[in-house]
């Protein structure tokens, strides 16, 4: 294998986290900074997202997603980011050797000083959901349906239903209905969808797609293609109610139903994975329990929209940086856990050391059902130092707070800062 | 005229295929689908049995403790994955221990090797995630599991190799005896051939039934499994069988030789030869059942299901022979568990009988040995970067999960008998058989497959005939 090159920070995954972590860390003050994609161009999915409504709170406007990436991968030019395209990173080690591999140089290795997991998410497959039936040619997570039509042109079925209403799933309903296929029905096993309320509203609504929540698909029909499927009602726990089947004719079945961080490079570095998010868990510098293994992005846990992932990306890159100088290491402080409770599925950072933080701190969560007229309550061991009236909160809406690390530093003793839903 | 027309490239046919092919012969293999391993043969439980299970004195006992002897020799010519990790069959209730007592000296009487009962202290050692009400088991130290796709498709690879001819999408539609031997009509035309070997899997008995007077039946009976992620497959190192009780027979947890755990099947006889759909309450049986033997099967983790259908016969034996009221037409028929075990020594007698009826010679230039698709994880990295470097597609991944490289998938298509499918290469190369299930992958498979064969990307099936994977192109109809 050829000589081991070493970097300061290097970024596994060159979609929108990895393009922003990278900004980031060469604008907080290191030249050494490597992008390792495997794809053969920058920008990750949003190259395939042609839809517009990308970079309302980072730009501004509405943009597609390749404009939003393009815009991105600009910045990445400009400052002069080395990236390695088509290069797959076959290993990360604990002591943060990066073992990759591409066509022009074969095997080769990296040493850095930070790595950050960048490396985004994917789709949950049929096989994950067990629906019985066929294996015929015809089912397709959408985001693979979604390549296959906005970047090959090529129209995978003419006559669709989609299970899950997650916002690939809405997405591609309205973009297959453009592209000259009918999309006869949207199931969504819960009782409330996993998407965003504007996207059921722009691809569902304004083309008159069905959307029957509390309904699964039961069964898979045709040998070779496709030619059916059967949905049915399901009850509170999820389990189909007979009587209820439908059978539907269709060529074609989308699977929405769910995203999953991809970490089968950070598992073998060593990284602890939540349960709950299936990503790493981090602290208040994004940091995994692997010191100087940092995670940002869809592959940290899976977010709505990638302004927020650009937004966490520049946190990963800045205190990356802020590691490889020195100025993360050896401290003293006790370690703060924020801890989910009530509604609260989980947080992002998990624990927080003060000495550690930026003056204003994110921690993004998501609520495990959808809670009416409630608030979003924050304590301080046992002090209710935040409650915030909410209409409605959703599990397709990821929800934030921000800390400040002046008042933190007024609780000194503070062990745990729960959030949690709280009902009138 | 062929010497010989085999009806079915499953892995009973391509052992047939490959130990006729050591004779000097003109032989032809007629498949009605796309590729070899198509029915029975790609839906199983991967399973290399020791061969206690069969009755004493019965041909699946011969065969099946035969075909285990002869597994890891065959795996090493022909280059396929074979890994000897003994079996278990637990019993969980006091009171049925004498049936693993039985099955004990029923395994000894069949030749079967180094069985031993192991109580519940040794087992538990053996196996952590064994169930808390284990008794005790049978071990079996020769038991084993094998890739089937591999199996079979380097006996057909091999056969072909040794001259004998492939015809794909070819169903055989009707047979007649002619002057020294058969025509045989299929919706490709005529083939005639001086003898035929029925090893047409569940459909063996409508080949049979189309030449002899005496009737047969083979009923698809059905099997559910579950295919769990790597992750899960260290959750047991043996084959995990259930004694079968008063239930009925139980369902198996076993590692495969790719790092998976698979657990199933279940057994449902149905009508429809081509009904390998899972059921809910099939997933639902096998989910419960695995229970009973193994503790916390991660269930979570289930990657994929699918169902299989084992050619069932009446009598539950194989039938191998030559039909008295036919002469020169051989059956290979019933083949179900432990075929795949049993498949090198199927492919011996049915080899040897046809042997007998034409009166081959043997050839001199036979070729024994052949070489799989190169996997580029056993290579020492300098290999690897030599190999790169002369061919760069082996420095690109297209399945992340199982991380194949073009390289692969170029060899699979290329190879004799190559992939004309997205399943055929899945089964070749394991692109996306992984967590995925070939999200990713499956557009860049299906450019690869595209570019390599000149076939328009609409022509790209899943498994051939109308398994289409696109239908046509954006607007086209607007």
């Known amino acids: ?424 | 005229m062929y010497d010989v027309i085999i009806i079915g490239a499953g892995v009973s046919g391509a052992a047939s295929a490959r130990e006729i092919s050591r004779y000097r012969v003109h032989a032809c293999v007629l498949e009605k689908e796309e590729d070899v391993c198509c029915g029975t043969s790609k839906a199983n439980s991967a399973i290399v049995h020791a061969g206690y299970d069969a009755e004493n004195g019965s041909l699946m006992a011969r065969l099946n403790v035969e075909g285990n002897k002869m597994m890891a020799g065959l795996a090493k010519d022909l280059d396929f994955e074979f890994i000897q990790n003994g079996s278990l069959v637990v019993c969980t209730e006091k009171e049925y221990l004498p049936g693993l007592e039985d099955l004990l000296q029923r395994g000894r009487k069949n030749g079967v090797e180094g069985l031993r009962i192991v109580g519940r202290e040794e087992l538990v050692s053996m196996e952590p995630n064994i169930s808390d009400n284990a008794v005790a088991a049978l071990y079996a130290p020769t038991g084993g599991i094998v890739c089937p796709f591999h199996l079979n498709i380097a006996l057909a690879e091999n056969a072909c190799a040794n001259g004998v001819e492939f015809r794909f999408n070819t169903e055989v539609e009707g047979i007649a005896p002619i002057d020294g031997g058969f025509r045989l009509q299929t919706n490709q035309g005529v083939f005639e051939a001086r003898c035929v070997v029925n090893a047409a899997g569940v459909y063996a008995d409508k080949i049979h039934n189309m030449v002899s007077e005496k009737k047969m039946t083979i009923i698809p009976r059905r099997g559910d499994y579950f295919l769990l992620d790597k992750m899960a497959g260290s959750h047991v190192k043996r084959t995990i069988f259930a004694l079968p009780n008063k239930f009925g027979k139980g369902v198996l947890v076993s590692p495969t030789v790719h790092g998976n755990l698979i657990v199933g099947p279940t057994a449902i006889d149905i009508e429809d030869k081509e009904g390998v759909n899972t059921t809910r309450e099939g997933l639902d049986e096998a989910a419960k059942k695995c229970a009973v033997t193994v503790k916390n099967v991660p269930l979570r983790q289930v990657i994929t299901s699918f169902a299989g259908l084992r050619a069932h016969q009446e009598g539950h034996e194989f039938i191998i022979e030559e039909l008295k009221d036919v002469p020169g037409f051989v059956d290979c028929a019933g083949i179900e568990s432990p075929g795949l075990t049993s498949s090198p020594a199927i492919g011996c007698m049915v080899a040897d009988l046809v042997r007998g009826i034409l009166n081959l010679e043997e050839k001199t230039d036979f070729i024994a040995t052949r070489k799989g698709i190169l996997n580029p994880e056993t290579l020492s990295i300098d290999e690897r970067n030599a190999l790169i470097n002369e061919q760069p597609a082996y420095g690109n991944i297209i399945c992340r999960c199982e991380m194949v490289t073009e390289g692969e998938i170029l060899d699979a298509i290329h190879r004799p008998l190559g992939a004309k499918s997205l399943d055929g290469i899945k089964r070749r190369t394991r692109a996306g058989m992984g967590r995925c299930q070939a999200g990713f992958c499956s557009p860049k498979t299906m450019e690869i497959l595209s570019r390599e064969l000149s076939l328009d990307m609409q022509k790209i099936t899943k498994s051939g005939g109308n398994s289409a994977l696109v239908v046509g192109t954006n607007k086209d109809r607007m």
Do not use: W
Request: proline share 4%; hydrophobic share 40%; with cysteine.
């Open chain 1, 1 to 424: 294998m050829s000589k081991v090159k070493e970097y300061d920070i290097v970024i596994i995954g060159g979609g929108p986290a990895g393009l922003a972590a990278a900004a980031e860390a060469k604008r907080s003050g290191t030249d050494s900074v490597l992008i390792l994609e495997r794809d053969q161009e920058l920008g990750g999915i949003l190259n395939q997202c042609i839809h517009n409504g990308f970079g309302l709170h980072t730009f501004k406007e509405e943009l597609t997603g390749p404009e939003y990436a393009a815009r991105f991968i600009a910045q990445a030019e400009e400052l002069g980011i080395a990236c390695k395209l088509n290069t797959m990173v076959m290993d990360i080690g604990s002591d943060r050797v990066i073992t990759a591999m591409n066509r022009q140089e074969g095997m080769f290795q990296i040493q850095a000083k930070a790595v950050i997991l960048a490396m985004g998410c994917r789709e949950r497959s049929r096989g994950a959901l067990n629906i019985p039936g066929y294996r015929p040619a015809g089912i397709y997570s959408a985001g693979t349906a979604q390549r296959l039509v906005n970047r090959e042109g090529l129209l995978p079925g003419r006559e669709v239903v989609i299970l899950g209403s997650g916002d690939i799933g809405l997405i591609m309903a309205r973009r297959m209905t453009l592209e000259g296929a009918k999309v006869k029905v949207v199931a969504e096993l819960m009782p409330y969808s996993g998407g965003l309320k504007r996207n059921i509203v722009q691809c569902l609504d304004d083309y008159g797609i069905p959307l029957k929540l509390s309904h699964t698909v039961v069964e898979i029909r045709g040998k070779e293609r496709l030619n059916g499927v059967t949905i049915a009602q399901v009850d509170s726990k999820g389990k189909p109610i007979p009587g209820t089947e439908e059978d539907y004719c269709c060529d074609t079945l989308l699977l929405s139903v769910g995203l999953i961080p991809e970490n089968e490079l950070s598992r073998g570095a060593g990284v602890a994975i939540s349960p709950v998010t299936s990503g790493p868990v981090v602290n208040e510098s994004l940091e995994t329990n692997i010191e100087g293994v940092f995670a940002c992005g869809n592959v940290l846990h899976v977010h709505d929209l990638v302004d927020f992932v650009s937004e966490e990306a520049k946190a990963a890159g800045r205190n990356a940086v802020a590691y490889v100088q020195g100025r993360k290491k050896n401290v003293s402080g006790r370690e703060i856990s924020i801890c989910p409770a009530d509604g609260v599925r989980y947080t992002v950072p998990s624990t927080i050391r003060r000495e550690m933080m930026d003056d204003k701190l994110t921690v993004r969560f998501r609520v495990g059902n959808v809670y009416r007229n409630c608030f979003i309550s924050m304590y301080f061991d046992g002090e209710r130092v935040m409650h915030r009236k909410r209409p409605v909160v959703a599990p397709g809406e990821m929800e934030e707070i921000k800390l400040e690390k002046e008042k933190l530093l007024s609780y000194p003793d503070l062990t745990t800062i729960t959030v949690k839903i709280e009902e009138e």
